[in-house]
């Protein structure tokens, strides 16, 4: 068991990628910690004309989320290290599908004018911007499977 | 033993190698990213400074009606807003975009087209931003937009519409740039450069990345609210919503602070290591409360809300104040850093001892405002516009002008001329104090923000005049550094490799640097702490010494190779000694280029 520790121990040191990243969850984590205890601590006396949701628990809950976000990102900084240590998973097409990203972005940008311009068509309209960027983006990888 | 690339990086042509527009906007390289992302935020900072500039004329008299009150807001809105979402946020990340795949040693960056997409999102959400402004009927609820406030009700038209789309997009955008810098730090990192190798600035891209990962998130939601209630205003109007809102968004908004404070400690950091020719003093405590201050920065929010009532005080009165142990650490450095040097007083140097001195005072009128007890007074008031400014612009613009004096060379190829910078520094230094001072000593007597006119007898007409013609000294400022950048390109005054004598691997390739960065011509030399380039010249003449001495010892491996492939790029000999300033106060004239008597023998 101890030989365990002691390995694991060694993987997840500070100076590693997902030792940095552990070590700012567990900060964090602590801080959430510390809240949760100075709110309940503070409970009975402070909060009596506060609302005890969005005072206290609402807080937790978002701080709470994003330490959890980060162990996640941790973990997958981890798991990436282990079971895909060349990156292959991230690997680019060289083919560069041209135009895929701002054809993306301009489809972002087409949802969001749907919202200041009132028309429910003007979102929808976003989705052509978002399939074409898809379909640029499948292009580029089917060229690297020719080459 | 030199780190050599084992095989020549791939040569081919491809999209983005070439110079034309086209090339450069769908461009995958880095630096072609970096520089576009900054070029963006810099045109963004004239459009939001001259806004400022509006602002401040409104004030300098008590009842001006150069604004009226409705433009006033729409303009402190536009001018915080776009600001913070489209200057200094997304600058701060593509500083890191643009270096720190230099910096590790990584040839590109990684996600390259995340990173791209990122830019385009930036692009698009200051767009949309500068539409809502321009719209009848702009977005007026200030860069925090509190419900209902912002609403469909009290907001009514496209422009607060605008708004939110911009603030979306744009926070998206820095968001996949932040995902890609980290992400490059920890798995594309040259072989050698631990993570206790990098450097400093690679530490605080760290923490700023950390800080945006975990925050932006929320911002993200806080819009989506936003929008939700645009929609359907009633459905949003309960106060679990409008204090979930206020929630979400300064749990953004205090960290976003962070994001753009780290890189600009890293960019002051890097320059006065290398213009006091030493080492960064306490590197790895430095490491620490790097990451110390950014776990601090994500649990401090809630004091923006002291004043709500609905907040738990006593913590994020201790987290705030906490805050300053981290704070310290990096401040000795500072200080440790200038005692051991021999400096050179270039214009990016003179900006980084001002980042630190001045960001002290936003720090240290950071603590004031941590106590609730104070900041029920001076909450909403002058004074914290003034923490702010000084924190922002006091503090990380000056970081951001150190490391654009300090890189300009490395990305350009060309120098910026010292001369004019130096009078671009002494413009700022005195239009930044004489603008933000007075804002303290105006909230203490109790001026409160955003309003558009005082009255005659209110005490604050001298102050206020004061204020704006220290504004005038900072456009007049601006004006200074864009004629130096327009100068320099035109004049290119020629830099080498390594411009100025820098530690960190960006510069051991060349100016502008190649599309991969590093190739057979500027290969990576062998990485054995965060200052490779000073330990390479360290080795040298060391090597130098013992071949004087004529004992045959042998110093070290490495040596011969690295300098005869490095060449020029080799740190100063003595530090300043090295890069003595030019005539007539301008650029040391072909610093790395002509060998100074005392540089060290190449070994050629």
């Known amino acids: 068991m101890l030989k365990r520790l002691n390995a694991m121990r060694k993987r997840v040191h500070i100076t590693t990628p997902a030792g940095i990243l552990v070590f700012w969850g567990v900060t964090n984590a602590l801080a959430v910690v510390l809240l949760a205890g100075i709110f309940l601590a503070d409970f009975t006396p402070d909060f009596q004309d506060k609302d005890p949701f969005v005072s206290g628990y609402l807080i937790i809950i978002i701080y709470g989320s994003a330490a959890v976000f980060v162990f996640l990102v941790s973990l997958i900084v981890w798991l990436i290290r282990h079971r895909d240590p060349y990156l292959r998973g991230l690997r680019e097409p060289p083919g560069m599908a041209v135009g895929a990203t701002v054809t993306f972005a301009i489809g972002a940008l087409v949802f969001w004018l ?22 640029l983006e499948l292009f580029a990888f089917f060229q690297k499977a020719r080459a | 033993m030199t780190t050599r690339i084992s095989r020549p990086l791939p040569q081919r042509q491809v999209p983005g190698d070439r ?33 400022a500039l509006t602002i401040r004329a409104q004030l300098a008299q008590p009842g001006q009606s150069i604004l009226s009150p409705q433009m ?38 990684a996600a390259p087209r995340i990173t791209l997409l990122g830019f385009w999102f930036i692009a698009f959400g200051a767009l949309c931003l500068i539409w809502g402004f321009l719209t009848p009927g702009g977005a007026d609820a ?41 992400w490059t730090i920890l798995r594309l990192r040259a072989p050698g450069m631990t993570l206790m190798h990098i450097p400093v600035f690679a530490w605080t891209q760290i923490a700023n990345c950390l800080l945006v990962i975990a925050a932006f998130p929320a911002q993200l939601a806080a819009m989506a609210i936003l929008a939700l209630a645009r929609v359907d205003p009633q459905a949003f109007h309960s106060n679990f919503w409008v204090f979930g809102y206020q929630q979400l968004f ?49 649990a401090v929010w809630g004091h923006h809300l002291f004043a709500s009532g609905q907040q738990v005080n006593d913590y994020f009165s201790l987290t705030s104040i906490g805050l300053l142990v981290p704070a310290g650490i990096e401040y000795f450095g500072f200080l440790a850093t200038m005692v051991q040097g021999r400096h050179r007083y270039t ?114 007409t001298t102050l206020n005049l004061i204020s704006s013609i220290g504004a005038g000294f900072l456009g007049l400022a601006f004006l200074v550094f864009a004629y130096n950048v327009y100068i320099s390109l035109r004049r290119k005054a020629p830099a080498a490799a390594n411009a100025w004598g820098g530690f ?46 004529g004992d045959g010892r042998t110093l070290g491996e490495g040596g011969e190779g690295e300098a005869a492939a490095l060449g020029e790029q080799l740190p100063p000999p003595d530090g300043p000694a090295a890069h003595p300033p030019g005539r007539g106060g301008e650029h040391p004239p072909g610093v790395g280029q002509e060998q100074s008597p005392r540089t060290p023998p190449r070994q050629e």
């Open chain 1, 114 to 135: 749907g919202l200041a311009f009132g028309g429910r068509w003007m979102s929808v309209l976003a989705a052509v911007p978002f399939v074409v960027a898809g379909a």
């Open chain 2, 19 to 51: 110079a034309g527009l086209g090339e450069w906007l769908l461009s995958t390289d880095h630096k072609r990213i970096g520089l576009m992302t900054m070029t963006v935020s810099l045109v963004l900072l004239y459009f939001n400074g001259s806004l």
């Open chain 2, 72 to 109: 006033y807001n729409q303009f402190f809105t536009e001018h915080g807003s776009g600001m913070i979402f489209t200057v200094i946020t997304p600058i701060s990340v593509a500083l890191g975009v643009y270096l720190i795949p230099l910096m590790v040693g990584a040839p590109r960056i």
């Open chain 2, 142 to 182: 200030g860069w925090w937009s509190y419900l209902p406030l912002s609403n469909s009700i009290y907001s009514g038209g496209p422009g607060e519409d605008l708004w939110i789309a911009g603030v979306f997009l744009s926070t998206a955008g820095t968001l996949m740039q932040g995902w890609t810098v980290l």
């Open chain 2, 250 to 298: 300064w749990f953004y908004g205090h960290p976003v602070v962070y994001v753009m404070f780290f890189p600009f400690v890293g960019c002051a950091a890097e320059c006065l290591q290398v213009f006091s020719g030493v080492r960064w003093f306490g590197y790895s405590a430095t490491a620490i409360a790097l990451l110390v201050f950014s776990t601090g920065s994500m």
């Open chain 2, 347 to 460: 214009t990016a140097m003179l900006f980084a001892i001002t980042f630190f001195l001045q960001f002290l005072i936003g720090g240290l009128t950071g603590i004031l405002v941590a106590s609730p007890a104070i900041d029920y007074h001076l909450n909403n008031s002058y004074f914290i516009l003034g923490h702010f400014h000084y924190t922002i612009f006091a503090g990380s613009f000056f970081g951001f002008m150190a490391g654009f004096y300090f890189w300009f060379p490395k990305a350009t190829g060309f120098y910026l001329s010292e001369a004019i910078g130096k009078v671009h520094f002494v413009l700022m230094v005195i239009g930044t104090n004489v603008t933000f001072i007075p804002f303290f000593i105006l909230g203490y007597i109790g001026m409160p923000r955003q309003i558009a006119s005082y009255p005659a007898g209110a005490g604050f």
């Open chain 2, 504 to 549: 960190t691997l960006e510069w051991a390739t060349s100016s502008p640097p190649p599309r991969f960065n590093f190739n057979l011509q500027y290969p990576i030399p062998k990485i054995t702490s965060f200052a490779p380039l000073l330990d390479l010249w360290e080795r040298q003449r060391d090597r130098a010494k013992a071949a004087s001495l």
